[in-house]
């Protein structure tokens, strides 16, 4: 490791603000997998950690979306969810942190502008964040969550709410048609339950769940345009 590379990651640890115990996870989740072709060598990409990560990733953001949602139902807190668990907001997070800029990569995709990539700045976010849950334990991950996801919690609040109108105008820029349809309607009067599913032209659906069937939809909607890849 260059004595570069080494002040890299120290900077990025003094932004995020956590020295590591074993710096060499925070090397491997710092290495693309094209630093790596060609080379004989034991180091691992940060693929098998941004695995982990992921996974992190989703409980910490749900543990915190059913705390300070308590009297919202599975199919409010979904949309909620999908909005702060993608590639878009793991992708401003390491922008945030900086971790482009400590990120091991060939030169060649270092010439073709991978440091700014959302792709990969979004995989090596879930990448720190499972070296960190290894390293930190959970409270060490979920600090630099809470930290760098900045007012994205409070954001979500609005385009949570969005994610229809987004499918809508999604489907209408492919110049698809766009249906609901109720699959499932279960529970009392009084607290009822639906699964509906998501049709967009010859795509394949997607349900969603929730208490009401505008909350369905919503739900339905959000997981439909997650799967696609496209942020609501």
Same mark, same amino acid.
């Given at each position: 490791?260059?004595?570069?590379?080494?002040?890299?990651?120290?900077?990025?640890?003094?932004?995020?603000? =956590?020295?590591?115990?074993?710096?060499?996870?925070?090397?491997?989740?710092?290495?693309?997998?094209?630093?790596?072709?060609?080379?004989?060598?034991?180091?691992?990409? =940060?693929?098998?950690?941004?695995?982990?990560?992921?996974?992190?990733?989703?409980?910490?953001?749900?543990?915190?979306?059913?705390?300070?949602?308590?009297?919202?139902?599975?199919?409010?807190?979904?949309?909620?969810?999908?909005?702060?668990?993608?590639?878009?907001?793991?992708?401003?997070?390491?922008?945030?942190?900086?971790?482009?800029?400590?990120?091991?990569?060939?030169?060649?995709?270092?010439?073709?502008?991978?440091?700014?990539?959302?792709?990969?700045?979004?995989?090596?976010?879930?990448?720190?964040?499972?070296?960190?849950?290894?390293?930190?334990?959970?409270?060490?991950?979920?600090?630099?969550?809470?930290?760098?996801?900045?007012?994205?919690?409070? %954001?979500?609040?609005?385009?949570?709410?969005?994610?229809?109108?987004?499918?809508?105008?999604?489907?209408?820029?492919?110049?698809?048609?766009?249906?609901?349809?109720?699959?499932?309607?279960?529970?009392?009067?009084?607290?009822?339950?639906?699964?509906?599913?998501?049709?967009?032209?010859?795509?394949?659906?997607?349900?969603?769940?929730?208490?009401?069937?505008? %909350?369905?939809?919503?739900?339905?909607?959000?997981?439909?345009?997650?799967?696609?890849?496209?942020?609501?």
């Amino acid at each position: 490791m260059s004595g570069r590379q080494e002040s890299r990651l120290a900077e990025l640890e003094a932004r995020i603000g =956590y020295e590591f115990k074993n710096r060499e996870l925070l090397r491997e989740a710092l290495t693309h997998g094209s630093a790596l072709d060609g080379v004989k060598s034991k180091r691992r990409s =940060y693929d098998r950690l941004e695995f982990l990560g992921d996974r992190v990733l989703a409980l910490i953001v749900a543990d915190r979306l059913l705390r300070e949602h308590v009297d919202e139902a599975e199919g409010e807190i979904a949309p909620r969810f999908n909005t702060l668990v993608n590639r878009r907001a793991c992708a401003d997070a390491a922008r945030a942190a900086g971790l482009g800029e400590a990120v091991v990569l060939s030169s060649s995709e270092e010439a073709h502008g991978g440091r700014a990539k959302q792709t990969i700045l979004a995989d090596i976010c879930e990448s720190v964040i499972g070296a960190l849950y290894l390293d930190a334990g959970f409270d060490g991950a979920r600090a630099f969550v809470e930290r760098f996801w900045g007012n994205a919690f409070d %954001e979500e609040n609005t385009s949570a709410r969005d994610a229809k109108t987004a499918l809508q105008e999604w489907a209408a820029a492919k110049k698809c048609s766009l249906s609901y349809a109720v699959i499932e309607q279960s529970g009392p009067d009084h607290a009822p339950h639906f699964v509906i599913e998501a049709r967009v032209g010859a795509f394949a659906p997607e349900r969603g769940e929730g208490g009401s069937k505008r %909350e369905a939809q919503r739900a339905a909607a959000a997981a439909f345009l997650r799967r696609q890849g496209v942020d609501a």
